[in-house]
């Protein structure tokens, strides 16, 4: 199962908030150029990091945390939010959370999409040799990793001997990480998956598999294409 996303996107809250920061009259009162500027490379700025909101899992979880808390009182119906300056005077609208709204703000899960990534070099240090379900050993990243073997060509070629492991044997492949958060939003990793090799060594040379030619002959989709799919 994979997490589903906040309904509710911080980034875009974050953003109609200093929409409205930037429509007080407060903000219409600079005369000096100078100044005008530099309030305005300020907005930009906190424009740019709206888009790291949505990204970020310890803001994600710290959030759902805090509305779970809230479900668990019911005679808490409704939150409301604001943004104060350092005077502590309200400088946006209040924003109300009814409690039917948070369920929006809770993730429905800890796992999160796994994150994939080709033209990776394993070192093979201890390889399955026979169907079985255990699970190969590889160093990546510089440490050493278990592996699922997801590659069914490969599979096949090593268990009928075709493919000789020695001291150093490395493959390329896609990989898929597997993650999931703890209770303070942490990444940690669950499993890693070897979903293709594109090729292998031997004697040094390298040899290409039928399904690291195939990816490689798929033509890259170009804006033609891709509208294409949508008509």
């Not at 809230?70 to 005077?89: G, M, S």
Request: one cysteine or more; a positive charge.
């Amino acid at each position: 199962m994979i997490a589903s996303p906040l309904t509710v996107s911080a980034g875009k809250e974050a953003r109609q908030l200093i929409d409205e920061l930037i429509a007080t009259p407060d903000f219409e009162q600079f005369t000096d150029e100078k100044t005008k500027t530099l309030v305005e490379k300020r907005v930009q700025q906190m424009i740019a990091s709206c888009n790291n909101l949505d990204a970020s899992n310890v803001l994600k979880k710290r959030r759902s945390n805090f509305f779970e808390l809230l479900k668990k009182y019911p005679r808490i119906n409704r939150v409301q939010l604001t943004a104060l300056d350092e005077q502590r005077f309200k400088i946006t609208q209040e924003k109300t959370i009814t409690r039917q709204q948070f369920d929006q703000q809770i993730l429905t899960s800890d796992v999160l999409e796994p994150e994939e990534i080709d033209n990776v070099d394993i070192e093979i240090i201890s390889p399955v040799l026979k169907k079985s379900n255990y699970k190969w050993v590889g160093v990546y990243n510089g440490k050493a990793r278990s592996f699922t073997m997801l590659s069914k060509e490969f599979n096949k070629l090593v268990q009928s001997g075709k493919v000789e492991f020695k001291n150093g044997t490395i493959i390329n492949c896609q990989i898929s990480i597997h993650k999931k958060i703890n209770s303070e939003g942490t990444e940690r990793i669950t499993a890693m998956t070897i979903d293709r090799v594109n090729q292998y060594f031997e004697n040094d040379k390298p040899v290409e598999t039928n399904e690291g030619k195939k990816q490689k002959k798929q033509p890259e989709q170009g804006p033609t294409q891709q509208l294409a799919l949508f008509m």
